[in-house]
């Protein structure tokens, strides 16, 4: 059996989760002014679509890229407290629901989402 990047769809399934993710983030008024490249959120697209492939077996393209991930230290400029992080957990369960994937693909995916999504929070002032 092959990685769990080929099981769900490589990088077709990725990049249809995270374009997904970011349509949601286009709405939100906390989290959308977070990204300066807006309203153009393409780079964000391909970072976040590259990170999630090589996470889980694809292509590492962008280690080589970027570099080694260092999710919290890229995070650190951000304010990122419990609503920012429950906004993107909504927007990324939305995305998750669009794969359509088996319950326990779907349970192994949204359980690395929201841990890492945890970890990334930096302050709790609102």
């Given at each position: 059996?092959?990685s769990?990047?080929?099981?769900i769809?490589?990088?077709?399934?990725?990049?249809?989760?995270?374009r997904?993710?970011?349509?949601?983030?286009?709405?939100?008024?906390?989290?959308m002014?977070?990204y300066p490249?807006?309203?153009?959120?393409?780079?964000?697209?391909?970072?976040?679509t590259?990170?999630?492939?090589q996470y889980?077996?694809?292509?590492g393209t962008?280690?080589?890229?970027r570099?080694?991930p260092?999710?919290?230290a890229?995070?650190?400029?951000?304010?990122?407290?419990?609503?920012a992080?429950d906004?993107w957990?909504?927007?990324m369960?939305?995305a998750?629901d669009g794969?359509?994937?088996?319950?326990?693909?779907d349970?192994?995916?949204?359980?690395?989402?929201?841990?890492a999504?945890h970890a990334?929070v930096?302050?709790?002032e609102?």
């Amino acid at each position: 059996m092959g990685s769990f990047y080929e099981k769900i769809g490589g990088r077709a399934a990725f990049e249809q989760l995270v374009r997904a993710f970011y349509d949601g983030i286009r709405t939100d008024e906390v989290l959308m002014p977070m990204y300066p490249e807006q309203p153009a959120l393409e780079g964000a697209i391909q970072r976040l679509t590259g990170f999630l492939e090589q996470y889980w077996g694809g292509p590492g393209t962008y280690s080589e890229q970027r570099g080694h991930p260092r999710l919290r230290a890229r995070h650190l400029p951000f304010k990122v407290n419990p609503d920012a992080r429950d906004r993107w957990l909504h927007h990324m369960r939305a995305a998750v629901d669009g794969l359509h994937l088996s319950p326990l693909d779907d349970a192994m995916l949204w359980g690395y989402l929201d841990r890492a999504a945890h970890a990334m929070v930096n302050t709790f002032e609102e």
